[in-house]
């Protein structure tokens, strides 16, 4: 049952409504909702003993299930072979439509789910029984305060050794705007208000997970959307016409995860935290996004050579990119060096002062756009739900709102100016993210080459420190890339730098592929044919009730996907080195 109203909900005037009318309207209607869904199904605790799921078990089966058992009876007691016949065919009947119930419900999830290979593989996890299907629960010695404390305490440590290195540095790349800001003329004043199809389409795309802080499932919201549109619609265009973001958008819940299956749930290191936002709130936020984006590609403001959180850019469109040009590099007759710098918790440090100087003097956003992106980020709050309890509310005062839809493209936004003090060096580099690849190729006998790259990380790390995000020398990698006796005696070349190993490595990591000092990515396809081997192993198990259509969107999900990346990679990979 679906309600057909929300009761009283407050009406505003558009032009003058104010902060605190916005958020009356927020809060009337989540409680609205929340009452509406109360009073047809109130929450009940149920103690759920676990016990082997089988959902694939109708009412057809169950009484197959029955007649088998009552037959099984009636052959125990009389003993006659007519009995004994009977039960057997009965049992039979039962055996095979038990196989064709789980068939079709396994086929039918595997439809639903072709493209979400994460849920796939949960699935088959699940019914191979692999312990990585198990959810590791979180210790009851472990509170939700004790969580809030620890994840705060680790931004509070890397934003305490920034400031220790703070007064060391110079600071004249802190904030170079100038050269930008004038070439920036178009500026973005307001944002303009979604009608009701904008609304659907926004909603009807974006995926039915709900979050704690929601009044009523998202299933059921986008259900009941048609009856409750109009609120929405005129909640989400009073924030964007007045600046203002409702208090109630900015609280976010934390859920602490296990960063492996395998790691201890009772050490606290062990965990990261994914942060849950209202639904809503991430509907206006993509309002928001998809006008923001229209603005940056229109004016040509994006970053070149960042692939993160960008249409038609990926992980894969930044390794194509740096391992063309490295591979250009080698048929020239070059010596590479690649150089992946690492950034502590990043999206975590981020200084908002800064965040707004760069959108407004960078970007060129001005007026109501600015104060929206200002009350975005003023006044969050966090705190940590485990095991049916929160945690104290907490401050965000640093970084931008994780699990969030405008949080990653500010983050780009932020890192900016890195490009052009790279471009200053004349280095070549590409960014995913945080994720930042420098690359400098050379003639065997120019090392001298090198200083500029020294110097290019130099400047780096006083801009980073600069603009509060820490560089993280433990984990900074470099490789050379060329013919062996030319690599050997370019690493003798190559010195440490303010606190960066440069010793190179064999190997790196580089956005999910490993990359060797030939280019060959030999080690990468091992890697991915053991990877390919353990997911047929498991589809394998389970291959008896499985119609060959259905094994094959298996096999395409986990090992096709993978498959086709490697062969790009090796075809492309030179003979020569």
């Avoid at 934390?254 to 809503?280: A, H, Q």
């Avoid at 005696?489 to 000092?517: C, E, H, M, R, Y």
């Avoid at 080690?523 to 389970?542: D, E, G, V």
Wanted: charged content about 20%; glycine content about 2%; overall charge positive.
């Amino acid at each position: 049952m679906i309600p057909t109203n929300l009761g009283p909900v407050p009406h505003l005037n558009f032009p003058e409504a104010t902060p605190s009318q916005l958020d009356h309207l927020v809060d009337s209607v989540a409680d609205s909702l929340r009452t509406t869904l109360d009073s047809i199904v109130p929450l009940k605790m149920k103690t759920i003993k676990r016990k082997r799921q089988a959902p694939w078990f109708n009412s057809q089966t169950r009484t197959l299930k029955q007649t088998a058992r009552r037959l099984e009876r009636v052959w125990r007691s009389t003993k006659l072979e007519e009995s004994h016949l009977a039960w057997q065919d009965s049992v039979k009947r039962y055996k095979k439509a038990l196989c064709n119930a789980r068939s079709a419900y396994y086929s039918s999830l595997i439809e639903d789910n072709k493209n979400n290979p994460r849920f796939l593989f949960s699935t088959v996890a699940r019914l191979t029984e692999s312990h990585s299907s198990i959810d590791p629960r979180i210790p009851i010695t472990l509170s939700s305060n004790d969580f809030m404390n620890f994840f705060n305490d680790k931004i509070s440590t890397i934003r305490g050794k920034i400031n220790h290195i703070l007064p060391s540095i110079s600071t004249d790349l802190c904030h170079n705007t100038g050269s930008i800001e004038s070439a920036a003329k178009p500026n973005l004043d307001s944002f303009s208000t979604i009608d009701l199809a904008q609304l659907t389409s926004i909603i009807s795309a974006s995926k039915p997970s709900t979050c704690l802080l929601d009044p009523i499932p998202t299933r059921l919201l986008k259900e009941a959307l048609p009856l409750i549109c109009s609120p929405v619609l005129d909640m989400l265009n009073l924030s964007l016409l007045t600046g203002y973001v409702p208090q109630s958008y900015k609280t976010a819940v934390i859920k602490p995860l296990l960063k492996k299956p395998t790691l201890d749930p009772d050490v606290l290191t062990n965990y990261r935290p994914i942060s849950n936002l209202p639904f809503l709130s991430k509907i206006l936020e993509k309002a928001v996004a998809k006008q923001l984006c229209d603005f940056l590609q229109d004016n040509s403001l994006f970053e070149v050579f960042q692939s993160g959180f960008r249409l038609y850019h990926s992980t894969e469109t930044a390794l194509v990119k740096v391992t063309n040009d490295l591979l250009i590099a080698s048929d020239n007759g070059l010596v590479s060096v690649l150089v992946l710098l690492d950034l502590s918790a990043a999206f975590d440090t981020i200084d908002h002062h800064i965040l707004l100087q760069r959108l407004e003097h960078f970007i060129g956003i001005k007026g109501t756009a600015l104060n929206w992106f200002k009350s975005y980020l003023s006044d969050r709050l966090q705190f940590v739900h485990v095991n049916n309890y929160s945690s104290m509310y907490t401050k965000v005062r640093l970084g931008v709102p994780q699990g969030s839809v405008l949080g990653p493209i500010l983050f780009t936004l932020y890192m900016l100016p890195l490009g052009n003090i790279i471009r200053k060096h004349s280095i070549n580099f590409h960014c995913y993210a945080d994720d930042t690849q420098l690359y400098l190729s050379m003639e065997p006998n120019e090392t001298n080459h090198l200083a500029k790259l020294q110097a290019c990380l130099r400047d780096i790390k006083i801009w980073m420190t600069s603009n509060f995000l820490l560089l993280n020398s433990d984990k900074t990698e470099i490789i050379i890339i060329g013919p062996e006796h030319i690599r050997n005696k370019l690493s003798n070349d190559v010195a440490p730098l303010d606190g960066i190993a440069l010793a190179p490595s064999s190997t790196v990591k580089n956005l999910g592929v490993t990359f060797d000092q030939d280019l060959s990515f030999n080690l990468h396809i091992k890697q991915t044919s053991r990877t390919a081997f353990f997911h047929l192993r498991n589809i394998s198990k389970i291959r008896h009730f499985l119609s060959q259509k259905d094994a094959e969107k298996l096999v395409h999900a986990f090992v096709t996907s993978r498959l086709t990346t490697v062969i790009h990679y090796y075809q492309a990979a030179p003979t020569s080195l």
